[in-house]
């Protein structure tokens, strides 16, 4: 019987094992293939109103909506062929490999989470423009001025720069969809962006 117990134990361990290193095969595989892409587009989202409500409804409310948000926000973006970097508490970096993915996938995000009443207003930000990877991770001035146009969008509004609308061009409708420029901390110009509101918004 205590045999038995034992290798019981030692094949789940070695289950276990072979899945690690199953999903740390795949991770590699899609960092590879990310590195390919020097050029890519990166969106960043996050929730409006997270620390008001932390301080409200307390931290266990707090993480059960950011744990939602997340699972929604990595759902959209393997549906629109773009992945997930990392979380960030109640914000997420994800990477596509095409703009016109990233936007629709901005697009998307506002929309859904906009119509969630189990969630908060989110705002994001798409950028297109060349960064470099280390440990899974990337790194740049398109990662950054993605994060800052997140943080300087409102509430249910997406805002796109100019870099990434120029690469996109006609494969995504802008209509009722404005432009203008703004400064972001750190950058000398302002950045010319495109604002996109939720549809029931516009």
């Not at 094992?17 to 990310?34: I, N, P, S, T």
């Not at 423009?129 to 409102?154: K, Q, T």
């Given at each position: 019987?205590?045999?038995?117990?034992?290798?019981?134990v030692?094949?789940?361990?070695?289950?276990?094992?072979?899945?690690?290193?199953?999903?740390?095969?795949?991770?590699?595989?899609?960092?590879?293939?990310?590195?390919?892409?020097?050029?890519?587009?990166?969106?960043?989202?996050?929730?409006?109103?997270?620390?008001?409500?932390?301080?409200?409804?307390?931290?266990?409310?707090?993480?059960?909506v950011?744990?939602?948000?997340?699972?929604?926000?990595?759902?959209?973006?393997?549906?629109?062929?773009?992945?997930?970097?990392?979380?960030?508490?109640?914000?997420?970096?994800?990477w596509?490999?095409?703009?016109?993915?990233?936007?629709?996938?901005?697009?998307?995000?506002?929309?859904?989470?906009?119509?969630?009443?189990?969630?908060?207003?989110?705002?994001?930000?798409?950028?297109?423009?060349?960064?470099?990877m280390?440990?899974?991770?990337?790194?740049?001035?398109?990662?950054?001025?993605?994060?800052?146009?997140?943080?300087?969008?409102?509430?249910?509004?997406?805002?796109?720069?100019?870099t990434?609308?120029?690469?996109?061009?006609?494969?995504v409708?802008?209509?009722?969809?404005?432009?203008?420029?703004?400064a972001?901390?750190?950058?000398?110009?302002?950045?010319?962006?495109?604002?996109?509101?939720?549809?029931?918004?516009?």
């Amino acid at each position: 019987m205590f045999d038995l117990a034992i290798g019981q134990v030692l094949a789940g361990c070695a289950a276990g094992a072979a899945l690690v290193g199953a999903r740390h095969m795949h991770l590699a595989r899609r960092r590879r293939w990310m590195a390919r892409h020097p050029a890519p587009t990166f969106v960043f989202a996050d929730l409006v109103g997270y620390t008001a409500l932390t301080e409200e409804h307390g931290d266990e409310t707090a993480a059960r909506v950011a744990r939602e948000f997340r699972r929604t926000v990595t759902d959209l973006s393997r549906a629109h062929g773009s992945w997930q970097v990392k979380s960030m508490g109640d914000g997420a970096m994800i990477w596509s490999p095409d703009p016109g993915r990233a936007v629709e996938l901005a697009v998307r995000v506002v929309d859904v989470v906009s119509g969630r009443r189990d969630l908060l207003p989110v705002r994001v930000g798409v950028h297109t423009g060349p960064a470099v990877m280390r440990g899974g991770d990337w790194y740049g001035s398109a990662v950054n001025v993605a994060a800052r146009l997140a943080r300087e969008a409102d509430a249910n509004e997406a805002l796109i720069s100019s870099t990434t609308r120029e690469a996109v061009r006609d494969d995504v409708s802008w209509s009722q969809r404005t432009g203008c420029e703004i400064a972001l901390r750190g950058l000398a110009d302002p950045v010319a962006v495109w604002r996109l509101a939720a549809r029931g918004a516009r």
